[in-house]
């Protein structure tokens, strides 16, 4: 007998697996990656084949209608127009958004949520909105709010440009400034 896979390597008329026996549901891609959520949102999620896009969001599609559906938005729905829907919590290293739970969920501004992002891959300083300027190698960092980029100062050492960064970011960003934009902070 052939199994039927759908675009999103889902079977047929299959969903994903849940463990709703502890204090959150923990879902089970058909790969086996765990996903978390509150138990009171299992209706709305039940009846969709999750799985991880390239960015490291669950989604799904709609099989009558082939609509993508993303697994942050629906829990948090309705979502007024202009707002997007961020998770708190980023990983280091690839993003992998797996915890929505609504503690972990905030509706919040495009601006709000460009404010609140992991480390981008090509940063090789461990650290946003710092580099080193490879003629001088003073230190450089920098730091956008309203689409105007600010430079905060060029510094001898990597410390006193990631502690401009965090101040600025403190200032501008207050509470959605990523609490992990640096992964390395000398001392």
């Keep these: 007998m052939n199994t039927v896979r759908d675009e999103n390597n889902c079977f047929a008329k299959q969903y994903n697996t849940y463990d709703l ?13 765990e996903f978390w959520f509150d138990l009171e949102d299992y209706d709305k999620i039940k009846n969709y ?11 799904s599609t709609e099989r009558n209608s082939n609509k993508r559906v993303f ?3 629906l829990i948090m729905e309705p979502i007024p127009d202009g707002m997007v829907v961020d998770h708190k919590w980023h990983p280091s290293g690839k993003e992998n ?21 992991a480390l981008y891959s090509s940063n090789t300083s461990g650290c946003s909105g710092v580099h080193q300027d490879k003629k001088s190698l003073k230190w ?10 600010y430079t905060l100062g060029r510094f001898n050492t990597f410390e006193e440009a990631v502690k ?10 207050g509470k959605y400034s990523y609490d992990n934009s640096c992964i390395f902070i000398g001392g």
Excluded: P
């Design 21 to 33: 026996s502890g204090s959150y549901g923990i879902g089970y891609t058909n790969k086996g990656e």
């Design 49 to 59: 084949c999750w799985h991880f896009n390239q960015w490291g969001h669950l989604i």
């Design 71 to 73: 697994l942050h938005r």
């Design 97 to 117: 958004k797996y915890d929505n739970r609504k503690a972990n969920l905030e509706i919040k501004t495009n601006q709000q949520n460009l404010m609140n992002h």
């Design 140 to 149: 450089i960092a920098r730091i956008t709010f309203n689409c105007v980029r």
């Design 164 to 173: 401009a960064r965090k101040e600025a970011e403190e200032k501008f960003y």
